[in-house]
């Protein structure tokens, strides 16, 4: 067992079909949904505990792709039982497994314990090239050693070679037979067949690759992994775009859905509003998810489009471990290359994000006294002050959805009659709770400290929510600074007003209500 290719779009001809992700209870249960064929996407099936009694392809660190269902397993006694849309077949492709992905996906269902498997089906498809003595321009991997397939992976496509600018072949697809060496050929023999093919006016390779992302569109992006479920709502692409656009996220893979701004889908809540939006203007939107394991190929994919909508979140790209000082470097050379972003790094780190609070504080909307931190010891000299004289909200500077943003009271709640009359203790114990869930923690002063700053390290004590901390990462120029505002009870009881204006015209308005804290708003009043 192991990990096998990723997916691709192709002009050429495909056979099978794919279906829509369907939920399928575990095969000791012979309970079926209804599919919905003839759609692409995955569908998903789900097993108690392994072994499933499955060979899987070691080629590529993509999906696993399915070798053989042996009989006796648990994937062959669900597939008795399943309708033929939900059965998992020879050259299927796993593409997740409990939410990991790429290498993971081997180790997760040797793993043991329930298994929840996305898959896709393979497609094959015959390719016209015409080398007329040029290089293929293909870096092919395959077994080195006698394997159960003689496939052979196309690891990467050389740029300028005849299968790049063909624009039909594509990194992580299988090439399994060529002229001279037909299907079932060992692998000496295809690669022998392949440095023959060189000469030749046209040849035609047959290829196998798993069925296309969800976000198709013009540009290929089936190099990178795709986090969503569905695209659901999407409205078509159009056959000839005005320019070419995507939508860029992040999935959190240790988060429900990825985070708490993702529907079930994967996506953000608003990405495919925005997309249509860009769609119904005349241009493509495509969605993708950023994944830092895939950095080089994600910007080689972003130069692809015309410009880039950054619906990213600081913390979330942390949490899942990526680092987004890099990402931001990226964008800027993108930028450089004639790529629009928006926003850029450089629009995000002027108009300071939630820093932008303290700069407003002295106005008559603002809220005096509110601080910012840039460090470990500016947050704790700060903090100690301004929680000794009344509950406040601590928040990281670029973030979505409450995550990052914690209420903070004392337990004993015996304030200070004025801001400054006392300090609180590295032992004195806080109460704390993220906007993003409403749970409350109690931790000591220090540890709130220590998990702002370093995250859950043993100092910090433990912690039951998913964020990861340390917020102060990357210093002022990667957004790595902590707000501090006074807690308004009323925000959490009655919510707050959020005013969205396009230039000087009102576009929306919506009311935000934080239930998880009506139970501080009452503790506070």
Known sequence: SSSSSPSRRTGAQVTERTYL?????????????????????????AFSSPPLGLDLDTLDEKYARVLRVLDGGKVSNHNKLAPPELQMKESDFICAANNAYGSDIVATIKGGGPLVLALRRSRVATVVLE?????????????????VTNDILVRKLIKGGVAAVSGKVFQGDRIFAVPGAPEGSSVDKLLEALQKCKDEPKIEIKIMRAAPN?????VDVSVLTSFAKDDHGMLPQP?????????VQVFVRSQPYGGSDKSISGHRYDSVPIANGLIRSGMSCQLLHYFHKEHAQFIDVCR???????????????????????????????RRGGVMVWPSPEVVEHMGAKESLVRA???????????????????????????????????????????????VRLKEGNYCKALGERCCSDDEVLLVSEVSNGREEEHSFAQFVEFCVKGKTEKAGTWATKSEGKYLEGGREAGGRLVDQRFLPRAASGGELRLLLAGK???????????????????AA
Do not use: H
Not at 379 to 401: D, E, I, M, S
């Open 21 to 45: 992700k369907v939920a399928v209870s575990c095969p000791d249960r012979a309970t079926f949904p209804v599919a919905a064929a003839d759609a692409e996407g995955e569908f998903t099936l």
């Open 131 to 147: 080398p007329k003595g040029r290089s293929l321009g293909m870096d092919l991997t395959f077994e080195s050693e006698k394997s």
């Open 214 to 218: 969800v976000s198709s569109g013009p």
């Open 239 to 247: 056959a000839e775009p005005r320019a070419k656009t995507a939508v």
């Open 304 to 334: 692809g489009f015309q410009a880039l909508l950054i619906r990213i979140v600081p913390g979330q790209l942390r949490a899942d471990g990526g680092d987004p000082t890099k990402l931001d470097a990226a964008l800027r050379t993108l």
């Open 361 to 407: 504080s002295s106005l008559s909307f603002g809220l005096e006294g509110t601080a910012a931190y840039s460090s470990e010891a500016e947050l704790a000299a700060g903090l100690r002050r301004t929680v000794a004289f009344q509950p406040r909200v601590v928040k990281q500077n670029r973030g979505a959805g409450g995550e990052g943003v914690w209420v």
């Open 505 to 523: 015209r009102p576009v929306g308005l919506a009311l935000r209500r934080a239930a998880a804290l009506s139970s501080w708003a009452a503790a």
